[in-house]
């Protein structure tokens, strides 16, 4: 039996035994059926699609309570290796059926994928050069994220020597009553002054993000705002806010009633900050709620293609890493039409696909076999 076999049969194990968290949505638990899919998408892509790459790394130091991710606080010593062989591994397979796809833009995710160690993010770079057909570019969106009480001198060197022309820190709040009140590890303001300025000091060509949530317990609208500035101050590339989002994960359990409060004060909060002078801005205005939201600074060149969390157009994700919270052609995947429509994976539904999703509904629920 060949590796690309081997690695084919260690996924259906993988795929049978794994619990899913998705309620009600019916499962395709075989790899070749999600091969059979993806290739169907490929024969049938319009000329202006491109295939985004998003690899989860599910670690982090601790769970944040707001976090609606499918994230685990470290608790093996070998959680690395386990993640570097998993992403291989689905590697080996995937790269088979898009070795003649580009993949124009990618985002290395979390948890905390700064976690890894410098020759750990060396050994994910090789592998993505290795089994993909990227396309490194100024034009395309190459990032990964830094936990800033991770960051040191060996790993931004790492990056500097490859392909990442993207970072992007997850920041949240600055204030500290805020974070220690969402069980959020505590950095200082000079600790991230300094990580920032010692990232714009390792290479002037990349862009640095910054997130910032808002509804965070015990944050108020001032401090939300306060910290945007501060940003803005920095001058960096670009800052994204998004809310606190309703979801099971995170245990939020707000009424629709304080949902739709939430989202109007968001509006409110986001129009007293969108008139930045150096900044273009994204997001909620004019009375219409955006969930994530984005100040764009001027100076910074475009990227013509990005990730985008959410799909629009013809951004089409393959997702890969254990313990995933994306789709992906390694997690169960649900009713097609539903993901159709959600804009992630197929733009139009040929007809083979319908037939295949039409099979599925005839099954009840039940799971594919």
Known sequence: ??????IKNYWESYLKKTEFSWRRRRKINEVNNIINIWESYIKNRFDEDYLTMYIHFPYCLQKCSYCMYRTHAVGKEDYVKEFLDTVEA?????????????????????????????NDMETLFDLISEYWNAEFSDDNMF??????????????????????NRISIGIQSLDEDVLRANKRIYI?????????????????????????????????????????????????????????????N??????????????RNLINVMDKIRNQENYGF?????????????LINKSMKKFKYEYDPVPRYFNNIVSFGPHLGHKSMFQ??????????????????????IEYSERINELDGAELK
């Not at 985002?107 to 890894?116: C, V």
Request: a negative charge; aromatic letters at 8%.
């Open 143 to 164: 990032n990964i994220e830094l936990h800033s009480s991770q960051i040191t001198d060996d790993k931004l060197k790492a990056i500097e020597n490859s392909f990442i």
């Open 332 to 353: 169960s995947i649900r009713t097609l039409i539903e993901f159709n429509e959600n804009g992630t994976f197929i733009q139009e539904i040929p007809k083979e696909i």
């Open 250 to 263: 995170n245990n939020n359990r707000r009424t629709i009633s304080d949902d739709n409060t939430f989202m």
């Open 1 to 6: 039996m060949n590796k690309v076999n081997t």
């Open 188 to 248: 200082t303001k000079n600790i991230i002054h300094e990580n920032i300025s010692k990232i714009l000091a390792f290479n002037k060509n990349l862009r640095l993000n910054v997130d910032l949530m808002y509804g965070l317990a015990g944050q108020s609208d001032e401090s939300f705002i306060s910290d945007v500035n501060e940003f803005v101050k920095m001058n960096v590339s670009s800052i994204t806010m998004y809310g606190y989002r309703n979801t099971p």
């Open 90 to 118: 689905q590697f080996m397979i995937a790269s088979q059926t898009f070795k003649n796809e580009s993949i124009k833009a990618l985002y290395i995710g979390g948890g905390s994928p700064s976690l890894m160690s410098a």
């Open 282 to 294: 994204l997001g909620s205005s004019n009375g219409i709620y955006n969930e994530w939201n984005v």
